[in-house]
């Protein structure tokens, strides 16, 4: 990676197209990397805006908000159609056309719009939650708990159930301080388990782009499986573990993986 002094961040905002505003950063300088974080995560919540910072030495890199999180709006009803165009809006932000990377279901996110012809050229996806279904699932059980509870007004009881639902350690939801921040979109859960129930099999065959899948060696055994299979059923997929945590990687382990992944655009 190359080293350059640390650049400074630029906040924009761009509107989507069902009129919603979407409030994002970019960084640095180079080919445009844009991130779709994952459940819960934000500018205020989350983990990439370190990792973002280390990416901006060899890249511009936006991140933003996702709808209902942070400096974003909302529309209602939700649609994953939406959050495909307030992406798209943000590709369109980055010149056009980006390199994605993205963290957990932000990754079945991104899978969504590029099977919908989203001009995502390289895609690096970390451990990506989606199962073996040749066909969507439909609504889940899980998903309408989880909205059974937004609507309640339990949010914070909704953002435990999210949690342990996903198979978070139970020590490691002892010690997050961190769960009144993931309560107040606990909402937006629900839109990234829609979008679980949408993703498939054969969603995955139809992305057509490099798609660098990654785990943790640190991660449980369907974290892992998963990404693996979804490497497997990608026609121009890869697949890589990395030393790590449960469901992450450090910054300094993954940030020279994914600028030689994006760098080998240019080098062949």
């Known amino acids: 990676m190359t080293e350059h002094p640390t650049t400074r961040a630029e906040a ?10 979407i409030a994002g950063e970019r960084s640095g300088a180079g080919p445009a990397l844009v991130f779709v974080d994952a459940a819960g995560g934000y500018s205020g ?7 973002a910072e280390m990416l901006a030495a060899d890249f511009t890199v936006y991140t933003y908000d996702r709808r209902g999180r942070g400096g974003s709006g909302d529309t209602l009803p939700y649609a994953i159609e939406r959050e495909i165009d307030d992406l798209g809006a943000v590709v369109a932000e980055a010149g056009g056309s980006a390199y994605g990377y993205a963290f957990s279901s932000g990754g079945l996110l991104a ?10 050229t390289r895609l690096a996806l970390l451990e990506p939650p989606i199962g073996d279904s040749e066909t969507p699932t439909g609504e889940t059980d899980f998903t309408r708990e989880l909205a059974s509870l937004v609507a309640a007004g339990r949010q914070h009881e909704a953002a ?9 350690p139970p020590e490691v939801i002892a010690e997050m ?13 629900v839109y990234d388990c829609i979008i679980s129930d949408a993703a498939s099999v054969g969603l995955l ?4 782009v490099p798609t660098l899948v990654l785990d943790s060696q640190g991660s449980s055994d369907d974290l892992t499986g998963w990404a693996a ?9 890869t697949h890589r573990s990395l030393p790590g945590e449960w469901h992450g990687v450090a910054d300094d382990v993954l ?7 994006f760098q080998s655009d240019r080098t062949g």
């Open 12 to 21: 924009f905002r761009v509107r989507s197209a069902d009129g919603t505003t």
């Open 45 to 51: 919540f989350g983990s990439l805006r370190s990792l």
């Open 111 to 120: 899978l969504h719009a590029a099977a919908n012809g989203l001009p995502l």
């Open 160 to 168: 435990e159930f999210f949690q342990r639902s996903i198979g978070v």
């Open 177 to 189: 301080e961190t769960m009144p921040t993931l309560a107040a979109v606990a909402h937006t859960l």
């Open 205 to 208: 065959r139809t992305v057509r």
């Open 229 to 237: 299979a979804v490497a497997a059923a990608l026609p121009a997929g």
């Open 255 to 261: 940030g020279p993986v994914l600028t030689e992944f």
